[in-house]
């Protein structure tokens, strides 16, 4: 079966979504066969910039996402705008699906996502946090049964399977290593069938 797959990524400018404030929004179309665990080219990528009246962020999180605020206010849109554009994009990828198939979304850690979202583009929030898949999650589970990855980081688990580096920390680019991941992780995560079991057991009556 052939389903669409969204991959999403934000910057923000902290940690705290009820606090700093969502800077960018990435996202990325492929379509994956759970038949062969095949996953298609990108077919679209958007990314978006978050215009807000007064930006609270701290410096640390400027430092590893690279946005200078003063750019970035001249090429950013207004968060309607950005939520309103966001939800006609997953809107326009259901032509890919056919009779049977599924929109599904993926993060890298999407929890940290989904509050950011849910927090200050909270109409989009809710749409994506039906169907989401971490792929973060998929990593430490996979670590569980073996897999040797130095940690469950994007950045770590996408070098594990040799896909390309780029600026980890640039939406875009995340989108498409965590939609790659989806395809990568499966193969080692996915568990065998469970084998039955025999399991002798003495009753005693009185």
Partial sequence: MKHVLISIDTETGGLNPLKHSLLILALSTRIFDTDTAQLS????????????????????????NGI??????????DPEDVERTALTYIERQQRHMSEGSHLFFAAHHARFDEDFLNAQLPALGRKVSRR?????????????HGAPYEDASLEKVSAFYGRRQGDVHEALVDTELCGELVSDIRPVWKP???????????YHFD
């Fill in 132 to 144: 989401i898949i971490d792929t973060r999650s998929l990593a430490m589970h996979a670590m569980l």
């Fill in 41 to 64: 080219a990108p077919l679209t990528s958007l990314g978006f910039r978050v215009r807000w009246p007064e930006y609270v962020v701290t410096a640390s999180a400027l430092r590893i």
């Fill in 68 to 77: 200078d605020l003063q750019e970035h206010d001249q090429l950013a849109s």
């Fill in 192 to 202: 065998e069938a469970p084998k039955t079991r025999t399991v002798a057991r003495d």
